[in-house]
């Protein structure tokens, strides 16, 4: 079956500039998470979605960031007011439940580059 | 805060066993996870210690004491193509939040 997907793969924008990142997790699976790395570092969380909601947001860094998951499937990352520190590479995962122990399957990511 | 400490490289030579630490400070501990990135990849999952003790899965093992907030990832017969960086991550509770480590660079020669 498919993996977890991402799109776009790479995103350069202009710093001030509206971006949005999709996710498509794997089907059935009601966890989806969303992370940052930046080079050299390991994935940081942002946020977790059970189902259709937003079942913890602290890792989101400001308000210029959100995150939307309205069908409990397909979720959306938005970035209002790019800065040049947004720039990174912005994982998705997704999970069949919510336990530690439940494996979290990474999509490819997207390189997000703000000049 | 939260701190994981890993090395930040390794280096091991083909058909040959590496041990990766993983020593942590949170504020809380459910579980520990490995996972593996390929440059430019994915993570992927390697394995989970919940208790105390050794997990095996395959060529790889997972190790972890409680008391001494420490666990350890094992390779055994080393392949090329296990170069790659390995990350800790610690649950704080029984939900979702992992808290990674910066990961560990494993570099194998020939």
């Known amino acids: 079956g498919a993996g977890v997907s991402q799109t776009p793969s790479n995103k350069v924008t202009e710093k001030g500039k509206y971006v949005e990142l999709r996710c498509d997790p794997i089907s059935g699976h009601t966890a989806l998470y969303w992370y940052r790395q930046s080079l050299g570092q390991g994935p940081e969380f942002l946020i977790y979605f059970q189902g259709t909601g937003a079942a913890d947001d602290s890792g989101l860094p400001n308000d210029r960031f959100f995150a939307v998951r309205p069908e409990g499937s397909v979720s959306t990352l938005k970035i209002q007011r790019t800065e040049r520190g947004d720039s990174a590479v912005y994982l998705c995962a997704s999970s069949p439940g919510t336990r530690i122990s439940n494996e979290q399957f990474f999509g490819p990511g997207t390189r997000l580059t703000v000049l | 805060g939260q701190s994981l400490e890993q090395p930040s490289e390794v280096t091991a030579v083909e058909g040959a066993i590496v041990q990766i630490n993983c020593t942590y400070q949170t504020s809380g501990f459910y579980g520990l996870s490995w996972y593996q990135q390929h440059d430019g990849g994915a993570p992927t999952f390697l394995s989970y210690?919940?208790l105390d003790g050794l997990e095996e899965t395959g060529r790889f093992s997972s190790f972890l004491s409680r008391s001494d907030s420490y666990g350890y990832l094992l390779l055994q017969e080393l392949q090329m193509k296990d170069s790659a960086s390995y990350f800790c991550a610690v649950g704080l509770d029984s939900n979702y939040q992992l808290i990674w480590g910066a990961g560990t660079k494993l570099i194998i020669k020939p």
């Open positions: 210690n919940g």
